[in-house]
């Protein structure tokens, strides 16, 4: 049996890991992944400082460790979600059902969605908590780099995450169409490979 739904008819082959890094959305995602290391990674390394005078260390984005937390818990959980996505899209060329292909594909929107919004929020509270700091919190300007570091990398995940809904959003389009064909002409072979 030749046919399927997208690419069903190839359920249980092996496993091609250069075709799946080459697909745009696993490029998208893996970058994405990044972002979200050096977003945190920025943070959780030298986003906390102290002056001399004080023992305890404080966030760099206007002494706010609701800025630094928030950076940490979206930069960890994305980078999360990655690994847990990138899973998805390696099994994904196994599931053979077309409804659960549709389930798949209607959470990676959401999930996509969701993110960007998280990192276009977390962009402007970094951006407003580093305009707000004062020189006096960070005399040494210690740590400075890291904190343009999230901000800048925040701002880069927006696009990557809208990338990646945008691209899941054409796979549904072709599931759907896929499902309304062999609706249509359920005794015809399959029209995607």
């Given at each position: 049996?030749?046919?399927?739904?997208?690419?069903?008819?190839?359920?249980?082959?092996?496993?091609?890991?250069?075709?799946?890094?080459?697909?745009?959305?696993?490029?998208?995602?893996?970058?994405?992944?990044?972002?979200?290391?050096?977003?945190?990674?920025?943070?959780?390394?030298?986003?906390?400082?102290?002056?001399?005078?004080?023992?305890?260390?404080?966030?760099?984005?206007?002494?706010?460790?609701?800025?630094?937390?928030?950076?940490?818990?979206?930069?960890?959980?994305?980078?999360?979600?990655?690994?847990?996505?990138?899973?998805?899209?390696?099994?994904?060329?196994?599931?053979?059902?077309?409804?659960?292909?549709?389930?798949?594909?209607?959470?990676?929107?959401?999930?996509?969605?969701?993110?960007?919004?998280?990192?276009?929020?977390?962009f402007?509270?970094?951006?407003?908590?580093?305009?707000?700091?004062?020189?006096?919190y960070?005399?040494?300007n210690?740590?400075?780099?890291?904190?343009?570091?999230?901000?800048?990398?925040?701002?880069?995940?927006?696009?990557?995450?809208?990338?990646?809904?945008?691209?899941?959003?054409?796979?549904?389009?072709?599931?759907?169409?896929?499902?309304e064909?062999?609706?249509?002409?359920?005794?015809?072979?399959?029209?995607?490979?």
């Amino acid at each position: 049996m030749d046919g399927g739904a997208f690419g069903a008819g190839k359920a249980g082959g092996a496993f091609d890991p250069q075709a799946f890094i080459r697909q745009p959305h696993t490029i998208l995602r893996l970058v994405s992944w990044v972002f979200s290391i050096v977003v945190f990674g920025s943070i959780v390394n030298e986003g906390y400082v102290n002056r001399s005078s004080e023992p305890q260390e404080h966030c760099i984005f206007n002494r706010n460790r609701n800025a630094c937390n928030y950076g940490i818990t979206v930069g960890v959980l994305a980078f999360l979600s990655c690994l847990l996505y990138l899973a998805l899209d390696a099994y994904f060329p196994q599931i053979s059902s077309v409804k659960d292909r549709k389930k798949a594909v209607l959470s990676d929107i959401g999930v996509s969605a969701f993110w960007a919004f998280l990192w276009f929020v977390g962009f402007c509270f970094l951006t407003n908590q580093w305009q707000a700091s004062k020189e006096e919190y960070n005399p040494l300007n210690e740590g400075g780099d890291a904190a343009r570091a999230a901000i800048t990398f925040s701002f880069f995940s927006i696009f990557t995450w809208s990338c990646l809904t945008f691209l899941a959003f054409r796979r549904l389009r072709d599931i759907t169409f896929q499902e309304e064909y062999n609706t249509l002409f359920p005794n015809s072979p399959s029209l995607l490979p």
